[in-house]
């Protein structure tokens, strides 16, 4: 490709990115959101460089016995299908050991041809001791040393990397997420050699303009932080003592979301209402928002492909033409959503064995198996998902998501599912499918007919499957929480769980209001009133998607966040 290094570039550093739905980059929302992100760069030509780590072990492929307990089988993939190793090699200190990484390139191309690449950093080296060539084995995996060992290596040795591929003139480092923080370090060093004079306060401050920080955890337990024994082992005495001189650690602790608060001239949330649960958490600095998008192309399903590009040609190169689908005859979304619903009831009986029956009202639950998103609501009232079965129509349900292989209540949970389900059989058809991915994902947000999200608030920063959901015209049923508060029209995107507005959960009245919803409201719009609920779901691509995308989020970044001149 032809790179533009001479000018001023954004580096986009994240732990994640889900960049082909074959290479297993990705765990769950924070790399398919940077993978998006990237694509959503490629489209506009920004100029936009990438760095993650390659994780030549992967995550982990989801296996389900007949139970429900979930078995961590390894991921076998061959880079060398899908990236470039380049020559470049750099090395940092670890330990008080020299650590050498080398990068291997994966070229984004846009709609219009343009590309952006990613840079996706490894110490699988014959230079490295057996231990320190696994430090890109794995992504989340190992204990606080391995992962402190692994964000040294995405932020120092993403900023050597960029450095030694001839990015000198980087006018943003955007943080997705705090475990790139240690970037400022390096920054903070890069300062320090170009003026040993200036004092702390000053080489910080221009540290901090030129730098920007995402988070998209609003729970204080999820964000990274590490003891200062391991932090003083792992980084060196020296460059500990740095670090506090600089004011970086939090209660003697390195936290790498207060290190990425603190060292940033631009802090935001990714949805208005996580804005004000990350103030809150983090009194004092001063937060913004940019709501997370999809990459409208990629999730959208083939049929709908097909009829967005006869309809609204514009559409692929500006997202905001979907506004348009309220043109579209309902008729038309109807049968593009019969094809995208029949080609997901044939993956499913590919990877479960199980029939579904493409005329049953289908609903999707798919989500990290946490306890947080309470995925048992759904089937916490077996009784009255008969009666409304019997009453209004049949219904299917449809469960994906990994639990995290440390989390034993995730695990539970997914087991939990199984045994609920089989109560129900014979009434209601609930199959959980394996190995939740971008592939299952792609069939799951075109081919059901409703989503169901039900995180305890204010839990979900922001949630994205809906989104992708909404541009295949499904609507969504949800708590209202993350980007749902602002996608929201009751009945007309979609209906909210949960009457009104409330800052925490009450389990027995949304799970009143999920059940009285589905008997009341959109069983009877489904089956009975089947052109209305199409102009439901033409409301949540013209609205919601048109919105939604990733498009208009990169678009928010650029104009407010980012400080590019006119054609980068």
């Known amino acids: 490709m032809q790179e533009r290094k001479d000018v001023g570039a954004v580096a986009y ?28 760069a490629a489209d506009a030509g ?27 089988r390894p991921v076998t993939w061959e880079p060398e299908e899908f990236l470039e190793r380049l020559d470049a090699r750099v090395a940092i200190e670890i330990e008080g050991r020299q650590v050498h990484i080398c990068a291997w390139e994966y070229s984004v191309t846009g709609v219009l041809g343009q590309e952006v690449c990613a840079y996706m950093l490894d110490t699988d080296l014959p230079e490295n001791s057996p231990e320190d060539r696994k430090i890109t084995s794995r992504l989340y995996g190992g204990d606080e040393r391995y992962r402190l060992r692994q964000e040294m290596v995405l932020g120092p040795g993403g900023i050597a ?17 705090g475990h790139s923080a240690l970037i400022v370090f390096s920054l903070l060093e890069e300062e320090m050699r170009r003026d040993a004079d200036a004092d702390v306060d000053e080489l910080l401050q221009r540290v901090r303009d030129r730098c920007v920080f995402t988070t998209h955890t609003p729970v204080p337990a999820g964000h990274d932080q590490f003891p200062p024994e391991l932090v003083s082992s792992v980084l060196g005495s020296e460059s500990f003592a740095r670090l506090t001189e600089y004011g970086c650690l939090l209660d003697g602790h390195l936290n790498m979301t207060y290190l990425g608060l603190h060292c940033s001239r631009y802090i935001n949330g990714v949805s208005m209402r996580h804005e004000q649960v990350t103030e809150s958490m983090f009194p004092g600095y001063p937060i913004d928002s940019v709501t997370n998008g999809v990459h409208a192309v990629t999730w959208t399903s083939p049929p709908f492909l097909e009829l967005f590009d006869r309809h609204i040609p514009e559409w692929r190169q500006d997202n905001r033409y979907l506004r348009y689908a309220v043109g579209i005859e309902h008729t038309e979304i109807m049968g593009a959503h019969g094809e995208a619903k029949r080609a997901l009831m044939k993956e499913v009986q590919v990877r479960t064995g199980v029939t579904l029956d493409p005329g049953v009202m289908t609903i999707a639950f798919a989500r990290r198996a946490t306890p947080y998103k309470r995925a048992e609501m759904l089937l916490s009232d077996l ?9 209004v129509g049949p219904l299917q349900i449809i469960y994906a998501g990994k639990a995290h292989p440390r989390d034993e209540a995730g695990k539970e949970l997914i087991g939990r599912i199984f045994q609920l389900g089989e109560q129900l059989r014979g009434d209601v058809r609930v199959v959980y499918m394996p190995d939740y991915g971008m592939r299952v994902a792609s069939y799951l947000v075109a081919g059901v007919d409703l989503w169901v999200n039900t995180p305890y608030k204010p839990r979900e920063a922001s949630g994205t499957s809906g989104m992708k959901a909404a541009l295949n015209g499904v609507p969504s049923l949800s708590v209202l929480d993350g980007w749902w508060i602002e996608g929201h029209v009751e009945g007309v995107t979609g209906w909210a769980i949960g009457e009104g507005w ?13 059940f009285d919803k589905l008997e009341f409201v959109v069983g ?4 009975s009133r089947p052109e209305e609920f199409a102009r439901v779901m033409r409301y949540a691509i013209a609205l919601n998607g048109a919105f939604f995308n990733s498009q208009r989020m990169l678009s928010q970044y650029v104009h407010n966040v980012y400080r590019l001149e006119a054609g980068q």
Request: aromatic letters at 8%.
């Open 46 to 72: 920004l100029n936009m460089v990438a760095v993650t780590l390659l994780y030549n072990e992967g995550y982990f492929t989801q296996v389900l016995d007949v139970r429900g307990n979930q078995l961590e």
């Open 161 to 177: 990397m960029l450095r030694a591929l001839g990015y000198e003139n980087i006018v943003t480092c955007h943080m997705n997420e």
């Open 502 to 514: 409330r800052e925490e959960s009450d389990d027995e009245e949304e799970a009143e209001s999920l």
């Open 13 to 40: 550093f994240s732990m994640e990115m889900a960049l082909d739905p074959a290479m297993p980059t990705y765990s769950g929302g924070l790399g398919v959101l940077a993978g998006d992100t990237l694509r959503a």
């Open 524 to 527: 009877p719009l489904f089956y």
């Open 383 to 391: 009784d009255r998902l008969r009666k409304i079965a019997d009453a």
